[in-house]
């Protein structure tokens, strides 16, 4: 069912239509409704004229499986957008009406709602349009004394006929809620791929590294890093060295995504930060913790690297011990790490070097050839 309105009156106000009800066949290609018939359409068309709209002019829709009324409403004084939301405040009212009685009829809605532009500070300037809906004219020329008699209201007559005939809002039961099902957790035991207790663990283990070499973070940032931060570093590295890309590359914003999740969970208080992971892998890679296979990285390609064997040994010892508090396992790596500090001090590590297209040249005619770009190549020639 759908309901029509239309605009301020003219020369051919008599031929505006403004409702249609039933199971409403709109004027798109295949439409499919679910309930309603022309039957109780009609219905519900009487109801509405005998009770609402005097001497309402309605007629079967074009598919012939619904009824639209016609109403003519003189929005004199409205503006657009006023004039919209007494059409919208309206259509909500005939839904509670329709479904107050027991018709057979699937829905209601108002066509030929007016369109509203909206103005900018500057003369002539719109920012934006908003279009209504259009209303089909009457098609049966041989009743054209009934369109003339049809229903004439003014606007605030529409705005006013919620008020003069309050229809409430049926109660209806409640739906029975019942539980989803248990879902099964794939991978680890909590369905993450980083378990909390290993960010904990791994506390002794990220403050003897803040304490042998502190990451520095770039000057245009005012980030700091914490224990907090090296910890999930360091767990978020050793599960992608664990569950790698089939490629072996390492992309920031696969860890910034398992970041993310993480806090998101609350197993960490530190949101992610491009600057303090920078540091931290840089202080990582200083120290030698970290194998490269790869540095490099352009757009669509990300550098291949992952935590080195004495870092995933220092990692697993640490995390072998039953409490977060050093151990004598954490000792021995925290004197490895002192020791290794020690031998390497000043040493500056790998860092991921940006490649541009004019030294990947090669690489780049034989990809733009694999995707049949080859024209590409030809004109940069």
Not at 141 to 169: D, G, I, Q, Y
Not at 205 to 228: D, F, H, I
Not at 245 to 262: Q, T
Not at 366 to 380: C, I
């Amino acid at each position: 069912m759908r309901l029509e309105l239309s605009g301020k009156p003219d020369a051919w106000k008599l031929a505006r239509p403004v409702w249609g009800w039933g199971r409403g066949a709109i004027p798109r290609p295949t439409p499919r409704h679910a309930s309603g018939t022309l039957e109780g359409a009609t219905q519900f068309a009487e109801y509405l004229r005998e009770k609402y709209f005097p001497n309402l002019y309605y007629e079967v829709s074009t598919h012939g499986n619904g009824i639209q009324g016609f109403v003519v409403v003189d929005k004199s004084f409205w503006t657009a957008a006023q004039y919209k939301g007494v059409l919208v405040e309206l259509e909500k009212w005939l839904k509670r009406v329709l479904r107050s009685t027991t018709f057979d009829v699937e829905d209601v809605e108002i066509k030929g709602t007016p369109m509203t532009v909206e103005w900018g500070s500057r003369q002539r300037e719109v920012r934006g349009v908003t279009y209504g809906f259009l209303a089909k004219m009457p098609r049966d020329w041989r009743r054209m004394a009934e369109w003339e008699s049809t229903t004439c209201m003014t606007a605030h007559e529409l705005r006013a006929l919620p008020e003069r005939f309050p229809v409430a809002e049926p109660v209806e039961p409640e739906p029975e809620v019942k539980s989803p099902a248990p879902k099964v957790a794939k991978g680890s035991v909590l369905g993450k791929m980083v378990d909390p207790e290993v960010i904990q663990k791994l506390e002794p283990l990220a403050r003897e590294l803040l304490k042998s070499n502190a990451p520095e973070v770039g000057r245009s940032s005012r980030a700091v890093v914490t224990v907090e931060d090296v910890q999930v570093s360091l767990a978020l590295i050793r599960a992608c060295t664990l569950h790698p890309n089939p490629d072996g590359s390492l992309p920031v914003m696969r860890v910034k995504g398992l970041w993310d999740a993480a806090f998101k969970a609350g197993d960490t208080r530190r949101a992610f930060s491009f600057h303090r992971f920078q540091a931290i892998r840089n202080m990582l890679s200083d120290m030698e913790l970290l194998e490269w296979e790869d540095s490099t990285y352009r757009f669509g390609k990300a550098c291949r690297w992952r935590a080195s064997e004495k870092l995933m040994g220092m990692m697993e010892s640490v995390l072998s011990s039953s409490t977060t508090t050093p151990s004598p396992s954490s000792i021995v790596v925290c004197n490895s790490i002192a020791e290794l500090q020690q031998n390497r001090s000043g040493h500056v590590g790998v860092r991921p070097r940006m490649v541009y297209p004019s030294l990947l040249r090669t690489d780049w005619d034989s990809e733009l050839v694999e995707a049949g770009l080859d024209f590409l190549s030809r004109m940069a020639a």
